[in-house]
């Protein structure tokens, strides 16, 4: 029976963020910035006959979340509505508070419960090295993954440690 051989050796990093990003902008204004300062200094290359930049974004999700309150103020229901990008978070959000129909099936008055959100998008990255690793952005954590070189952990920490929102 053949064996299984170790052919490399990826590692995970994660950092914990004391306070949740505040809101989708902020959230969204890193991502922004990552993607258009490339401070990883990324390169581009290619994969299956197609050029990709350095960084780019490989997956994200936006989760809104809308309490219905009664006249005391008690959450007497809720609804969540998971959106592919930013702008589909933003309309479910205006949609769902907006929806008269959904007030009166859950006999309350829509309220924005923004702390229940939920971001994540993960960043596909290509280091000069030529390893293509993974930085997935979420409110609570930043997770670095499939990287072998110390280094591009490094760089990526350094530049958090910049970052207001990720300390």
């Known amino acids: 029976m ?3 051989v170790e052919t490399s050796n990826t590692k995970t990093a994660v950092r914990q963020i004391p306070a ?3 809101d989708i902008a902020t959230f969204e204004g890193i991502i922004a910035d990552v993607i258009a300062t490339n401070p990883w200094g990324c390169v581009e290359y290619v994969q299956g006959g197609a050029t990709h930049p350095g960084v780019e974004r490989n997956r994200q999700s936006y989760t809104v979340r809308v309490n219905y309150e009664d006249g005391e103020g008690s959450v007497v229901g809720s609804v969540s509505a998971k959106a592919p990008d930013m702008s589909g978070f933003n309309a479910a959000a205006t949609e769902l508070a907006a929806n008269a129909a959904l007030e009166a099936a859950l006999g309350g008055d829509a309220v924005r419960n923004p ?3 939920a971001f994540s998008c993960q960043l596909r990255c ?3 090295n030529g390893e293509t690793y993974y930085v997935t952005f979420a409110r609570e954590s930043v997770r670095i993954t499939s990287y072998e070189d110390d280094a591009i952990l490094a760089t990526v920490e350094t530049w958090a440690d910049g970052v207001a929102a990720l300390n």
């Open 126 to 128: 290509h280091d000069a």
């Open 115 to 117: 702390d229940a959100d």
């Open 20 to 22: 949740a990003i505040a």
């Open 2 to 4: 053949a064996d299984f």
